[in-house]
C-alpha cells in the first residue's frame, strides 16, 4: 500500500503544479478529470489486487507494484473481459505491464528522491505561460514527468538519487524576451544551501548522487557567450554533481567537466504532433533545404566572437539566391510546418553548436544537416545519429550545395528510411509523464549506469 500512497501524493503535487501553471478555467476541468481518472483506477486496481488475493496466492510479492502499473493503461478494460484465464497471466499478457517490467529491470530499481523546495526555486517562475514552452524547458519537463514516474521515491533514505528541482531559465528579461541567467548562480546556491542544512543527504555524499538540469547554451556554466561561460567555470558546489545539460562537445571543455547527461533541448510534443496531423512526415516535401533563423550579414565581433563563427552568413551569402534553398532571417510561428515540407533542414551552430532545429528536424522528418564542429549529440544509444542525419564540417558550408546533390543522388531515401522510424521521435521529446522509449525515459537510463555513484548502494554493499 506504500505504493498506492505514493501515487496519491504525486498525483497532489501535480495537479497543484498545473494549476499553477495555467490559470486558465479550463485547466480546472481537466485536472478535475485527471483526478477522477485517478480514482477509478484506484477502485480498480483495489479490486484487483483483492481479486488477485482472493484467487491465487503465487508470487504476492509482485502485486503492489503491478496495480500501480495497471492505472495507466487501457488494461483494465481488457481485463474485464477476458476473465477464462488468471489474472496474472493476464497482467503478463498486457503491454505496460511488461513496459514497466522492462523499465524496472533496465533502470536496474533506480529510484529517484526529488526535493520539495519552496514554490520560488520552481513552480512559481510557472505563472509565465512561456517558462514550460521554449527551448530550456527541459528543466520543467524532467520535473514533472519524475514526480509521477515509478522511480521516484518519498523516502529519502532509500533513494539513489537525489533530484533538486530549480528552473533558472524562465526569468525573462522585459527587454529582449532572452531568459537571463544572472540570477541562475545564486538562486542554485540558496537552494543547495536549503537542502544542506536541512537533510543530511547533501553532505554525506558532497552532493555526488544529486542531480540538477542545466539545459541553455554551455549547460553548467551558466551563460550563453563562451567566454564568459569558460571564465565563470562551472560553480564550485556543482562540480560533484550529475547535471543534465544540452551543451555537450567531443573534446575537453570547462563547461561539460563535471558528470553529466547529454540531453535534447525542449520542444513540445504537442506541437509536434498537431503539426504532423496536417502533414505527414513521409509526405509530399517541396522545399528542397531549409533554414530560418538569425543569419547576420555583419555579425559583431563581441570580445573576438562572432555569431555562429560566421557560419550562418556565409551560407545567407551564397545560398540566399539559390533556386534550391529556402532561407528566412525572421520568426515566424508556423514555422514547423515549413520543416514538414523540407527535405533538408540545416542545423547550424549559434553561439553554441547545439540548436532546436535538432530536435525539430528529426521529430519532422526532416532530414538534419549538422554544421557544428566537435558536437556531441544526445541518448546516442537510442538516437543513431549517423544514419539519420549528415554532418557538414563548418570550414565545408560553401559547398553545401554539392553535398547536399551528392546525397540526394545516392542516400538520401536510405537516410529518410532510418529517420522516419518513429523511436527517434520519441527518444527526443519529453511527454509530461514518462513513455517507455522518450527523453526522461532516456536520462533515466543514463542515469541507471552511474549507479556507482549511489550513496545508498556504496553503503550497502
Ligand atoms: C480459455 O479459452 C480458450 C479459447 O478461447 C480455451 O481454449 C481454453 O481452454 C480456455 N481456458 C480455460 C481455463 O477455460
Ligand atoms: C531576474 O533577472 C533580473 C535581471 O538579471 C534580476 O535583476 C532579477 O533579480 C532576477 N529575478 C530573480 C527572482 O532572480
Ligand atoms: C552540512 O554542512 C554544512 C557546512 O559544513 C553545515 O553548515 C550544515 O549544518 C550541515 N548540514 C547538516 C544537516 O548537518
Ligand atoms: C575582434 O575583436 C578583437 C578584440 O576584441 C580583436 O583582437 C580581433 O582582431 C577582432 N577580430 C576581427 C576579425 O576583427
Ligand atoms: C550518405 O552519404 C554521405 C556522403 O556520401 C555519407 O557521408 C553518409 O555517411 C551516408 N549516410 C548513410 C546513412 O548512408
Request: net charge positive.
Amino acid at each position: 500500500m506504500v505504493e498506492l500512497q505514493r501515487t496519491t501524493k504525486s498525483r497532489g503535487f501535480y495537479v497543484r503544479m498545473k494549476l499553477l501553471h495555467n490559470r486558465h478555467g479550463r485547466q480546472e476541468k481537466s485536472s478535475c478529470y485527471r483526478y477522477f481518472r485517478w480514482v477509478v483506477w484506484v477502485s480498480l486496481s483495489l479490486y484487483f489486487f483483492s481479486y488477485y488475493l482472493i484467487s491465487s496466492s503465487s508470487k504476492p510479492t509482485l502485486l503492489p507494484k503491478t496495480t500501480v502499473s495497471v492505472s495507466k493503461t487501457s488494461f483494465v478494460s481488457r481485463a474485464l473481459f477476458e476473465s477464462n484465464t488468471t489474472l496474472s497471466q493476464q497482467l503478463s499478457r498486457t503491454k505496460q505491464i511488461h513496459l514497466s517490467e522492462l523499465s524496472r529491470g533496465s533502470f536496474d530499481n533506480l529510484k529517484v528522491y526529488i526535493y520539495d523546495l519552496p514554490l520560488r526555486y520552481n513552480a512559481d517562475w510557472l505563472a509565465n505561460e512561456r517558462c514550460s514552452n521554449h527551448l530550456f524547458a527541459a528543466e520543467v519537463a524532467i520535473h514533472k514527468a519524475l514526480m509521477d514516474s515509478d522511480v521516484r521515491t518519498l523516502n529519502p533514505w532509500e533513494a539513489d538519487f537525489f533530484f533538486v528541482p530549480v528552473y533558472v531559465s524562465c526569468n525573462f528579461s522585459t527587454v529582449n524576451g532572452f531568459p537571463s541567467l544572472g540570477h541562475a548562480r545564486p538562486l542554485l546556491a540558496s537552494a543547495v544551501q536549503l537542502i544542506s542544512l536541512e537533510m543530511p543527504f547533501w553532505n554525506r555524499s558532497g552532493g555526488s548522487d544529486h542531480v540538477f538540469v542545466a539545459s541553455h547554451d554551455y549547460g553548467a556554466c551558466f551563460h550563453a557567450m563562451e567566454e564568459v561561460a569558460i571564465a565563470d567555470g562551472i560553480p564550485p558546489f556543482l562540480k560533484k554533481s550529475i547535471i543534465l545539460q544540452t551543451f555537450g562537445v567531443s573534446f575537453r571543455h570547462p563547461c561539460q567537466d563535471v558528470e553529466n547527461v547529454l540531453i535534447p533541448p525542449y520542444v513540445s510534443p504537442e506541437s509536434i504532433r498537431s503539426t504532423l496531423e496536417t502533414a505527414p512526415e513521409n509526405g509530399k516535401r517541396d522545399i528542397w533545404a531549409f533554414f530560418r533563423g538569425k543569419m547576420e550579414v555583419h555579425p559583431k565581433n563581441i570580445s573576438g566572437r562572432f555569431y555562429s563563427k560566421r557560419v550562418r552568413t556565409v551560407i545567407w551569402e551564397k545560398y540566399n539566391r539559390h533556386r534550391k534553398f529556402y532561407l528566412k532571417r525572421h520568426r515566424f510561428v508556423g514555422y514547423q510546418s515549413e520543416i514538414v515540407r523540407s527535405v533538408f533542414c540545416l542545423c547550424p551552430l549559434g553561439w553554441a553548436p547545439w540548436s532546436p532545429r535538432l530536435v525539430e528536424s528529426v521529430a519532422l522528418g526532416c532530414v538534419p544537416i549538422i554544421i557544428a564542429d566537435g558536437i556531441r549529440l544526445p541518448f546516442s544509444d537510442a538516437v543513431r545519429w549517423p544514419e539519420i542525419s549528415l554532418t557538414v564540417a563548418q570550414r565545408d558550408v560553401g559547398s553545401l550545395d554539392k553535398i547536399l546533390d551528392h546525397v540526394a543522388s545516392t542516400n538520401l531515401s536510405t537516410i529518410q528510411r532510418n529517420l522516419w522510424d518513429p523511436a527517434n521521435r520519441r527518444a527526443l521529446l519529453f511527454n509530461d509523464q514518462v513513455q517507455e522509449g522518450d527523453a526522461t525515459w532516456q536520462v533515466l537510463q543514463e542515469l541507471s549506469k552511474k549507479l556507482q555513484r549511489s550513496y545508498r548502494r556504496r553503503a550497502t554493499s
